[in-house]
């Protein structure tokens, strides 16, 4: 199959994380910080080397800063519902997922009231819709880096600097971008990111993380055992492990340290090329062609690997579905859990087709994938 379905989850592995986890399950794994012996220790130091991988590929200088969660959706419900009480305001995006919108949504009920800026047809935002938006009580910008319906990517640092500049915290969704283009958390004035592991950083599904600045006031989402203070009622609110309850998911923790030491080792930039001139291929291929119509921003310097379209004549699904059954390729149709983005760009009736690409898609892969949707074109 070719795979272009990245945007969902990245396919395939690295050999290295595989033979990584295999080791684990079958040498060592015991329950990290739980025991004194050998399995357990060694899985607890496995566990801090991925910690401290993350951290170095992002710029965070104390690994203790990054929680473990079991993917995107656990790292910002943790983030927003930890952070927001009665009375606050937040603002955000329309071109979010709903693992932003939803827990904003639940929060009214709360009394906590958000704001939506509404962006561009192409996704983009205007940093002044942001800024007329800032009430008193705004504690909390949240913002995707690069949308998962259209890849446009946020001008994130400069919404960080706006946050700062008005004493707001500045939370983003790296779901999209993160192991695909770079992301400094300190030059990008990011107090606290949610990202994936099972994405662009290329580890298995089960995996994400929340880093959280220093001097953040977070309340633990998840109560129960931490493997400290085990006599104490109370939630420990210790970095990490207050917000780690549970028995976490070492095996893929630990097969995502060995994927993000190989992104190390590649280097983001030379990742983000070869997606960037794929995505060019594509773009170019399918924005140009007759009866499809290309959705998102057109300069693909400004977007993560997806393009988005639709067939005239076709339905997003019948088009995915000919594409898997026919052609052997993978993409996503639909509204991506992402309604309001697709309100945004126009496809709210339709929803559209996704196609994402990776790091080891190939240039003749996308020919073929042109060629693909070019000849569903010619049988409608
Ligand atoms: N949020 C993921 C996507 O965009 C699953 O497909």
Redesign the pocket.
């Known amino acids: 199959m070719i795979y272009l379905?990245n945007?969902?989850?990245s396919f395939p592995k690295p050999k290295v994380m595989l033979e990584c986890m295999y080791k684990c399950m079958a040498e060592y794994c015991g329950n990290p910080g739980r025991s004194g012996h050998y399995m357990s220790m060694k899985t607890g130091e496995e566990v801090y080397k991925t910690r401290k991988n993350l951290a170095k590929l992002f710029n965070i200088s104390n690994p203790a800063n990054i929680i473990f969660s079991i993917n995107t959706t656990g790292a910002l419900n943790q983030g927003i519902q930890g952070l927001l009480k009665e009375g606050d305001h937040v603002i955000t995006t329309s071109m979010e997922?709903n693992s932003v919108l939803r827990p904003l949504k639940m929060l009214e009920s709360k009394g906590v009231e958000h704001t939506i800026i509404k962006c561009d047809r192409t996704g983009s935002i205007n940093l002044r819709d942001i800024k007329a938006s800032i009430k008193e009580n705004t504690c909390l910008i949240v913002c995707t880096h690069a949308s998962?319906v259209t890849g446009t990517i946020m001008p994130i640092r400069e919404i960080g600097e706006l946050a700062h500049r008005n004493n707001i915290l500045f939370m983003v969704d790296g779901?999209?971008s993160g192991g695909c283009i770079p992301i400094n958390v300190v030059e990008m004035n990011i107090d606290l990111l949610a990202l994936p592991g099972h994405k662009g950083l290329l580890g298995p599904m089960g995996t994400g993380f929340l880093y959280v600045r220093d001097g953040i006031e977070l309340e633990p989402l998840l109560l129960g055992g931490t493997g400290t203070a085990s006599k104490d009622r109370t939630q420990p609110k210790e970095m990490p492990e207050g917000y780690e309850s549970g028995t976490v998911n070492a095996p893929g923790i630990i097969g995502l340290g060995c994927s993000v030491e190989m992104l190390l080792n590649t280097g983001i930039r030379a990742i983000q090329e070869h997606e960037e001139s794929l995505t060019r291929v594509l773009d170019d291929g399918l924005r140009n062609m007759r009866n499809v119509i290309v959705y998102g921003v057109e300069d693909c310097k400004e977007k993560v690997g997806v393009v988005t379209l639709n067939i005239n004549g076709k339905s997003c699904e019948q088009v995915a579905d000919e594409l898997s059954e026919k052609y052997g390729i993978a993409g996503?149709a639909g509204f991506?859990?992402?309604g309001l983005a697709h309100k945004t760009i126009g496809t709210w009736e339709t929803g559209a087709l996704?196609l994402s690409v990776g790091p080891f898609n190939t240039k003749a892969q996308i020919k073929t994938a042109i060629e693909a949707v070019y000849k569903i074109t010619r049988s409608v």
């Open positions: 379905d945007g969902a989850t997922h998962n779901a999209q996503r991506h859990c992402a996704r």
